[in-house]
């Protein structure tokens, strides 16, 4: 079955770290990608996308993505987190012939410690 | 202040009785989704509309159901048909149809079914 799988459930780690959450897909053919967030309270909002082009997409609050179409893999990255960046992370997948339905990851909760 | 809006935040049901959630956007989107979020299994589609008058559905439609008489809004009634409504429920709209438009998201309406 066509799916998006993110790797960790849960990932805790210390200011000052770096981040590096695993998305991978299933579909074939032309995918657009997305990171959302999810704060504590807040809306859920994008975090960055890829549509075409430069596979690698900066996104808002030093987040960055990779796009490596040979492992079917989006995988999101920040190289010094920070207590505020305490979140849960969702991937998300659409493709041409998914009528512009979004496919959701199970989400990745990211607790930041001081 | 342009955006979704979605109530109520907070809602109590009984068991057998249906319940209408609402969702209004002044953003002018053609497309709004409805998604249900529970822990561990990120956000799923549960109806979506791409026109006035006209809705599909998405992966977990069965004891729900959406109108779409206006533009702005996508009302959502879980009926008590559906066997486990308990759930974070999450509006959704985009500019266009297709797969590379961005989704935005309201801040959500958790029902609790008691």
């Known amino acids: 079955a066509q799916s998006v799988s993110q790797h960790n459930h849960h990932v805790i780690l210390s200011e000052a770290a770096s981040l590096e959450l695993g998305c991978n897909y299933s579909?074939?053919?032309?995918?657009?990608l997305f990171w959302y967030v999810q704060y504590p309270g807040q809306h859920l909002q994008l975090l960055l996308k890829?549509?075409?082009?430069?596979?690698l997409v900066k996104g808002i609050k030093g987040f960055e993505a990779e796009f490596i179409k040979s492992k079917f893999s989006f995988n999101l990255r920040k190289p010094s987190v920070q207590w505020s960046d305490t979140a849960e992370y969702f991937c998300?997948?659409?493709?041409?012939?998914?009528?512009?339905?979004?496919?959701f990851g199970a989400g990745t909760q990211v607790v930041v410690t001081p | 202040d342009g955006g979704i809006t979605q109530s109520p935040k907070y809602l109590f049901r009984k068991e057998g009785q249906n319940v209408t959630l609402s969702c209004e956007q002044n953003?002018?989107?053609?497309?709004m989704y409805w998604y249900r979020q529970d822990p561990g299994q990120g956000l799923r589609l549960i109806y979506y509309?791409?026109?006035?008058?006209?809705?599909q559905k998405g992966d977990i439609a069965e004891g729900y159901s959406v109108s779409r008489e206006k533009k702005e809004s996508f009302p959502l009634t879980v009926t008590s048909a559906q066997k486990n409504p308990t759930a974070f429920y999450l509006c959704?709209?985009?500019?266009?149809?297709?797969?590379?438009?961005?989704?935005?998201f309201g801040p959500g309406t958790r029902l609790t079914v008691l």
């Open positions: 959704a709209s985009s500019t266009i149809r297709g797969s590379t438009d961005t989704q935005y």
């Open positions: 998300a997948v659409n493709a041409k012939r998914m009528d512009g339905k979004l496919q």
């Open positions: 953003l002018n989107h053609d497309a």
């Open positions: 509309s791409q026109i006035v008058n006209d809705f």
């Open positions: 579909y074939g053919g032309t995918v657009n």
């Open positions: 890829y549509f075409s082009g430069d596979p």
